[in-house]
Every structure is written in structure tokens, then in C-alpha cells.
């Protein structure tokens, strides 16, 4: 079969449509409308077939830290297939690759962090996540504790597991999620759910709700407690400095396991190396994988602290893996992404040089009549559109909004998504300042369009 010419568009998105089923897409819709078909990318740049270029203010799916089109990692990857493709590490094996990725996360991954898990993607990890903990729990002599709680609203992969430890109700209509021994309480979302309380107040009041659940499932049943340390898909939700003291004082408490979700927060996305560190969370595991690879190929790692592990490991055989757990390739680009990180000194960039700069243009975004409030952290940003700032008042057709948002983003030659009415920003950590200045640009022009 002939393929079509790279700028064939029409070509490309027949067969698309007749083959094609798309990831979170309404697929009536896309039969209809036909996909944009992007073909290259190079820095902070795409481009599609038909030669249009768009800065991608998403970094893909939050994951493309180093930017587009690096030569070093193509190179890695073709050197680690060159010299072995596959091999796995079960069976008392391993690799090279996959070795030295693990010496590397012990690196850059906070004190008493020293054992990693590989897994293939955040969903895989947060699965890992989950056995592992009610695991740790059984070899403590408590296996009655197994209860997972997550947030309303929370996004942790789309498994089975991870879908359930979400708490996305129009992902729970589908497909018979939850599964049993998963609660949730709510988000510490202050702009929308805060009511008349400070943020300080709400961020209180809703940590506590995790006492009052921990209390009202008993405290002798529940493993543990995961989230994220900024909310990334549920609408960058950062939440009030009362919050995360709060909860952490709780978990200590109660005894029970805290779980960071590192997929969006990891890899310098809040000008740390991880969200958990912004935030001196000191988790007992975290889930990891977009930006462990900086998106170039799929890889996913749970990062145990030394108890946890050593617990796990003391009991022998542990039941669980994947084909492509430690996948040489993906560790060889994985490493290679790591040590892009470093000598680039890309974290430390964005924390205090590209960063602050981001948030100061971010923020005077907040002086659009649309804009109600526009947070960021790092370069993970938050804009809440509203109907009527004073009121704090949605539109009536939130989907809506989002939906021409995006398009209107697109035409104006920016990637940048809106999940209902909050557009969010996660950039390639490379931005430059003309590239943040241009993000900016299109985006008040795209806000100027939004009706
Ligand atoms: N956790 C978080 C916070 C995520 O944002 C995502 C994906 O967007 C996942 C987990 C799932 O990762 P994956 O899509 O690699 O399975």
C-alpha cells in the first residue's frame, strides 16, 4: 500500500478516519472534523503536514521538558538498539541501560530515595503504585489495609487501577470503574470551591477531610493516600500553603502511606526536581514517567523510599512486572534525557530564570476581562476563563468554551488546551523568552477571540 505524500492532508486523514480510534476524543466529532496531522518538531515548535507551525505551549502531554527534535537522544537510542534492542531484566538479568537509569534516579530523586520499579508508562506506575502498597501493608502484618484514597477530580492514568484511583466522574461512567477499596475526597481547588473562606482557611478544611474519611473507613483499613502535588489535568490546581502541611500531618498520623504522583510535577516542571520537593512533601513512593523520557519514548518508574523498598525486597519474590520493564532503549533515552537535564542545568533554569519570568508574563494575564484568576508555578500555569470576574461566574457551556478555545489557540499558531474553562500551560523547559513572549502574545489574541 502507497503511503500519501507527507503534505497530503486530505489522504491522511481518510485513512485516519477509517482505522483510527482516538485516545479522550469524541470520535463523531473527529470523523467529521478530521485530525490535524502533525508531522515534525524541532525546540518548542510543531508542525503539521501542511506546513503550519505552532508553538506547543503543552509540551505534548505535559511531557516534552527538553524540547523537540534533540540529536543527543536520537543518537542514544540508536546506539542502545544497535547494540541490543531488547533484552528484559527478569529472570536474575538486566542491562546496562536499565542499571544506570536506577543509579541516576537515586541521584536526582530526594534523600532516602535510592530503588526504582520500571514500568512502561504514569498508568503502569500508578498500578505498581497501588500493589505495591497494599503489599507493603500485608508484609507489615496489616493486610487489611487496602484502601486507596485519591481526589475528586484527581487524573492518575487510565488503567484499570488507575483510572479507579482517579476521580474523574466522566471517566468512572465507562468501562466499570471504580474498582472496590477506593475513596475520594475533594480537591483543594479554593477559586471555584472556596466559597467565602481565604485560601488559607479552605486549604485546611479540606485537608481535614481526609481525617474525617481516614476516620470514617477506619484508619486500620486504609493504605494510603495519593495525589499530586499540583493537580495538572484536573486544571492545575494549585493549592492554598495551608494544605500540603496538613495533609502530611494526617498520613503521619494515621499511619498510612503517602503517594506522590510525580507524572506532570517530576522532572523540573515547578523548578524543582520534584513536586514533592517544591512542596517538602517526603513521600513513600513516587509515580514518575513523561518527562523521565521527556516523552521521546514510552517509560514510566515507581521511586521508593528506602523503607518501602527495602520492606518489599526483604520478602523475596515480588509478583509483578512488565515485558518491558527497564526497556533498554527507553533507559538509554531516559538517561540521556537525565543527563540533558543536568548539564543544561534545566531545573535550576527554571526556577529562578525562566520561570519567574514566565509567571510575571502569566500573571498579567489576569487583566483580561476574561481572566478571573491565573496561577503558575515553575512553567505549570493555570488561567480560569469566566463569564463575570466579580462573580467568579462560569459559562454556561464550560465544554463548549474549552473546545473553541483550543481552535481559536490553533489558529493563531498555539498549542495550548483548555480543560473545561481553565486553560493550562506546561512549556518545553528549553523556552526561551521571545518563545514565552510569544505564548503570551497569541494566547491574550486567542482570549480576545473567546466568546
Ligand atoms: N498521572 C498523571 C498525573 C498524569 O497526568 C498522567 C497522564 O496524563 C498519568 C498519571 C498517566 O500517565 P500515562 O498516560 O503515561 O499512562
Request: proline share 5%.
Amino acid at each position: 500500500m502507497k503511503m500519501p505524500d507527507m503534505s497530503d492532508l486530505a489522504s491522511w486523514q481518510s485513512i485516519d478516519r477509517a482505522h483510527h480510534i482516538h485516545p479522550f476524543t469524541d470520535q463523531k466529532a473527529l470523523r467529521a472534523s478530521g485530525s490535524r496531522i502533525i508531522c515534525k518538531g524541532e525546540g518548542v515548535y510543531l508542525q503539521d503536514v501542511e506546513g503550519n507551525r505552532y508553538l506547543d505551549g503543552m509540551a505534548g502531554l505535559w511531557c516534552v521538558n527538553v524540547g523537540y527534535g534533540r540529536q543527543e537522544l536520537v543518537t542514544a537510542a540508536t546506539r542502545q538498539m544497535e547494540e541490543l534492542a531488547y533484552y528484559n531484566c527478569f529472570f536474575n538479568t538486566s542491562t546496562p541501560a536499565a542499571t544506570r537509569l536506577s543509579q541516576l534516579l537515586a541521584q536526582v530523586t530526594p534523600d532516602g530515595f535510592n530503588q526504582c520499579f520500571f514500568t512502561n508508562s504514569g498508568s503502569e506506575a500508578n498500578d505498581t503504585v497501588l500493589r505495591f502498597g497494599r503489599h507493603y501493608w500485608a508484609l507489615k502484618g496489616k493486610p487489611e489495609k487496602t484502601i486507596f484514597i485519591s481526589r475528586r477530580n484527581a487524573y492518575h492514568g487510565s488503567t484499570v487501577a488507575a483510572g479507579s484511583l482517579g476521580g474523574m466522574a466522566w471517566m468512572h461512567s465507562q468501562g466499570g470503574l471504580p474498582i472496590p477499596d477506593i475513596a475520594h475526597i475533594d480537591q483543594p481547588y479554593w477559586y471555584h470551591e472556596g466559597g467565602d473562606e481565604t485560601p488559607e482557611e479552605f486549604g485546611i478544611r479540606v485537608a481535614r477531610q481526609l481525617k474525617a474519611k481516614i476516620r470514617e473507613l477506619g484508619p486500620d483499613r486504609v493504605a494510603a493516600f495519593i495525589a499530586e502535588p499540583i493537580q495538572g489535568s484536573g486544571g492545575v490546581i494549585i493549592p492554598p500553603s495551608t494544605y500540603w502541611p496538613e495533609i502530611k500531618r494526617i498520613c503521619a498520623e494515621n499511619e498510612i502511606l503517602f503517594i506522590a504522583d510525580e507524572v506532570i510535577c517530576g522532572f523540573g516542571r515547578t523548578g524543582k526536581w520534584f513536586g514533592s520537593e517544591f512542596y517538602d512533601l517526603k513521600p513513600d513512593m513516587m509515580s514518575m514517567a513523561k518527562g523521565l523520557s521527556s516523552g521521546y519514548v514510552p517509560i514510566g518508574a515507581v521511586m521508593m523510599s528506602d523503607e518501602v523498598a527495602d520492606t518489599l525486597v526483604a520478602n523475596g519474590f515480588l509478583s509483578h512486572g512488565f515485558t518491558y520493564s527497564g526497556h533498554p532503549l527507553a533507559c538509554a533515552v531516559a538517561v540521556r534525557n537525565i543527563e540533558i537535564m543536568l548539564n543544561e542545568r534545566l531545573v535550576e533554569r527554571v526556577e529562578s530564570d525562566i520561570g519567574p519570568y514566565f509567571q510575571e508574563k502569566w500573571a498579567s494575564l489576569k487583566n483580561h476581562a476574561l481572566v478571573g484568576e491565573a496561577r503558575s508555578i515553575g512553567l505549570i500555569a493555570g488561567l480560569e476563563m469566566v463569564k463575570d470576574k466579580s462573580r467568579r461566574e462560569k459559562f454556561p457551556t464550560t465544554a463548549r468554551v474549552g473546545l473553541f478555545f483550543r481552535e481559536a489557540a490553533f489558529r493563531n499558531g498555539l498549542v495550548l488546551r483548555a480543560i473545561g474553562d481553565t486553560v493550562v500551560a506546561s512549556p518545553p523547559l528549553v523556552i526561551t523568552h521571545a518563545e514565552v513572549d510569544e505564548l503570551i502574545e497569541k494566547l491574550g489574541r486567542t482570549l480576545d477571540e473567546t466568546e
